[in-house]
């Protein structure tokens, strides 16, 4: 069975542009969570996805947002970037809910400039 | 929120030393899993362990819920298994998994 995918996996950008990150989860997982990861804070928690809804959003601002397919593949989008935003971000997907034992993907590496 | 906490925060092993890292976490929890995270980032699931005890391979994993810890063996390491280790919990008032800082390990020839 075929794991997280996630693109770009590298990505360049100049501050106030906006960007698109893509997730696809495990086949048969409906739940798609996003996790953003920088030396100083470590891993921290963006958002989860399940059946197209937000269930749940961590402490971000409003330039973070997302959306779900009906084929639960995700996607986030930051808007007005700043050079905090410069992180790996993880995409993780789960059967049901984030109780359940969580995947990971690759991760996509944004770099802002 | 939760508190997650690792120790130790670095270790450097000899090939084929044995180790136990170590998990506390402040309140009951529905999830916890170990991750090694390799050197591209990727997050390799290891456990899945809210409770009880699992083996796999030289790895192995127990989680004693009702004191709030978990620890995690790595038996006759390997230079492959460098790398950080992450515990990660799920409150079970909460929705979303909490990282510890990590344990950072290197394994020398």
């Known amino acids: 069975k075929a794991g997280v995918t996630q693109t770009p996996r590298y990505l360049i950008k100049t501050r106030g542009q906006q960007v698109t990150l893509s997730c696809s989860p495990i086949?048969?997982?409906?739940?798609v969570s996003w996790y953003q990861q920088t030396p100083g804070q470590g891993l921290q928690f963006l958002f989860e996805?399940?059946?197209?809804?937000?269930?749940n959003k961590g402490n971000f601002p409003g330039r973070f947002s997302g959306r779900q397919f009906s084929n639960s593949r995700s996607e986030m989008n930051v808007s007005t970037l700043e050079l905090g935003d410069s992180a790996l971000y993880l995409c993780a997907s789960s059967l049901v809910v984030s109780a359940y034992e969580q995947y990971f993907g690759p991760g996509t590496r944004l770099t802002v400039t | 929120g939760i508190q997650v906490e690792q120790s130790p925060p670095d270790l450097i092993l000899q090939e084929g030393a044995n180790s136990t890292l170590r998990c506390n976490f402040s309140d009951s929890v529905n999830n916890l899993q170990w991750f090694h995270q390799n050197p591209w980032g990727q997050l390799i699931n290891l456990f899945y362990i809210p409770s009880g005890t699992k083996q796999n391979g030289r790895l192995s994993a127990t989680t004693v819920a009702t004191e709030r810890y978990s620890l995690l063996y790595i038996s006759s390491s390997q230079t492959t298994d460098s790398g950080v280790y992450f515990c990660a919990v799920r409150p079970g008032s909460g929705y979303a998994l909490n990282f510890g800082k990590g344990t950072s390990l290197l394994v020398t020839p």
């Open positions: 086949s048969g997982h409906r739940s």
């Open positions: 996805y399940f059946s197209e809804t937000q269930r």
